[in-house]
């Protein structure tokens, strides 16, 4: 077993009237769940240490999209059912657990479906949240593994030793067009479409999020965040910063919405800092990281060996 140190936070930014994100902690054996306050004049940053049992926490950042309160509406969804399905607080859910394995990120990727399922049908039935829609980057850590499930484009980073890592690909139009050789990543950023995400949850009947595995490390120190902060600060910049207070990540995670905000604040920002802790954790000794692509044909099995891209 080990220890998690993490810190979370969300901020309305400079520019939005409301803020749309949301993040979740949840430690399972517990059932201890925190989430973040939606109101605009708040800024609080949640500090818990949580030990890693066999069971596991989660880790989720969701940002939501949609006219009036339909994003918000969203991404509270997401990690709500994201949630109660692992505290069976939903008995009617439509997904059987012996379609995805019994593995914590078989069961995280269950109820990311179900959650899509859900927002997909209120945005449905009900015209004022017609056409919402969040992304999903959700991290589950257990003694044996940091395992990733993502839909949309917020994003995970890895920071280990003295490198970032960024281990979450953006599923986005101008991601697609990096990949297919059509677009430089230093256009990216000032892409006329550079904020079309090709899936996210509810906008979709089907989805298909990606899955990805990692072996954690002693000193490893994960950043889930939504793109309010990527937008505005890349991960050079991000990792500077977390190292610049070694002994107070909370310290980190505010000065990360400070500098958002200086660069622009155009979106709402949202962050989750957790480091890992403990003897038993094995100190790392590669210079790249590797990604075992998860595929839910056969959970156990590796699809794709991938190493995460260096910042």
Same mark, same amino acid.
């Given at each position: 077993?080990?220890? @998690?140190?993490?810190?979370?936070?969300?901020?309305?930014?400079?520019?939005?009237?409301?803020?749309?994100?949301?993040?979740?902690?949840?430690?399972?054996?517990?059932?201890?769940?925190?989430?973040?306050?939606?109101?605009?004049?708040?800024?609080?940053?949640? !500090?818990?240490?949580?030990?890693?049992?066999?069971?596991?926490?989660?880790?989720? @950042?969701?940002?939501?999209?949609?006219?009036?309160?339909?994003?918000?509406?969203? !991404? +509270?969804?997401?990690?709500?059912?994201?949630?109660?399905?692992?505290?069976?607080?939903?008995? #009617?859910?439509?997904?059987?657990?012996?379609?995805?394995?019994?593995?914590?990120?078989? +069961? $995280?990727?269950?109820?990311?479906?179900?959650?899509?399922?859900?927002?997909?049908?209120?945005?449905?039935?009900?015209?004022?949240?017609?056409?919402?829609?969040?992304?999903?980057?959700?991290?589950?850590?257990? *003694?044996?593994?940091?395992?990733?499930?993502?839909?949309?484009? !917020?994003?995970?980073?890895?920071?280990?030793?003295?490198?970032?890592?960024?281990?979450? +690909?953006?599923?986005?139009?101008?991601?697609?067009?990096?990949?297919?050789?059509?677009?430089?990543?230093?256009?990216?950023?000032?892409?006329?479409?550079?904020?079309?995400?090709?899936?996210? $949850?509810?906008?979709?009947?089907?989805?298909? %999020?990606?899955?990805?595995?990692?072996? *954690? =490390?002693?000193?490893? /120190?994960?950043?889930? =965040?939504?793109?309010? $902060?990527?937008? #505005?600060?890349?991960?050079?910049?991000?990792? +500077?910063?977390?190292?610049?207070?070694?002994?107070?990540?909370?310290?980190? =995670?505010?000065?990360?919405?400070?500098?958002?905000?200086?660069?622009?604040?155009?979106?709402?920002?949202?962050?989750?800092?957790?480091?890992?802790?403990?003897?038993? $954790? %094995?100190? *790392?000794?590669?210079?790249? /990281?590797?990604?075992?692509?998860?595929?839910?044909?056969? /959970?156990?099995?590796?699809?794709?060996?991938?190493?995460?891209?260096?910042?």
């Amino acid at each position: 077993m080990f220890t @998690v140190e993490i810190h979370a936070t969300s901020h309305v930014g400079r520019i939005r009237k409301g803020n749309e994100d949301n993040y979740l902690l949840f430690h399972i054996s517990d059932s201890k769940i925190w989430m973040s306050s939606q109101e605009p004049d708040e800024f609080i940053i949640e !500090s818990q240490r949580f030990t890693i049992d066999d069971n596991g926490i989660i880790l989720a @950042v969701s940002d939501g999209m949609g006219g009036a309160l339909a994003g918000e509406v969203a !991404s +509270k969804m997401a990690v709500e059912t994201v949630s109660q399905q692992f505290s069976g607080q939903d008995p #009617e859910r439509t997904f059987a657990p012996e379609d995805f394995g019994e593995s914590l990120v078989g +069961k $995280l990727y269950q109820a990311t479906l179900y959650a899509n399922h859900l927002i997909h049908e209120q945005g449905r039935s009900d015209p004022q949240f017609q056409g919402m829609g969040a992304t999903f980057t959700g991290a589950g850590i257990t *003694p044996e593994s940091v395992d990733l499930v993502q839909v949309g484009d !917020s994003r995970g980073y890895l920071i280990r030793g003295n490198q970032i890592y960024q281990i979450t +690909k953006d599923q986005s139009l101008v991601q697609q067009l990096i990949d297919a050789g059509q677009l430089q990543e230093s256009e990216a950023e000032t892409h006329a479409l550079k904020n079309v995400i090709l899936q996210a $949850l509810g906008a979709q009947n089907e989805i298909y %999020p990606v899955a990805a595995r990692l072996a *954690p =490390c002693r000193g490893d /120190i994960f950043l889930l =965040c939504s793109d309010g $902060l990527s937008n #505005e600060v890349n991960g050079t910049d991000m990792q +500077k910063i977390v190292m610049s207070y070694p002994e107070n990540l909370g310290q980190a =995670c505010a000065e990360l919405v400070k500098e958002a905000n200086e660069r622009g604040g155009k979106d709402n920002i949202t962050l989750i800092i957790a480091r890992l802790l403990g003897d038993d $954790l %094995p100190e *790392p000794h590669e210079t790249e /990281i590797k990604l075992e692509m998860l595929d839910f044909g056969n /959970i156990h099995d590796t699809a794709d060996q991938d190493t995460g891209e260096l910042v």
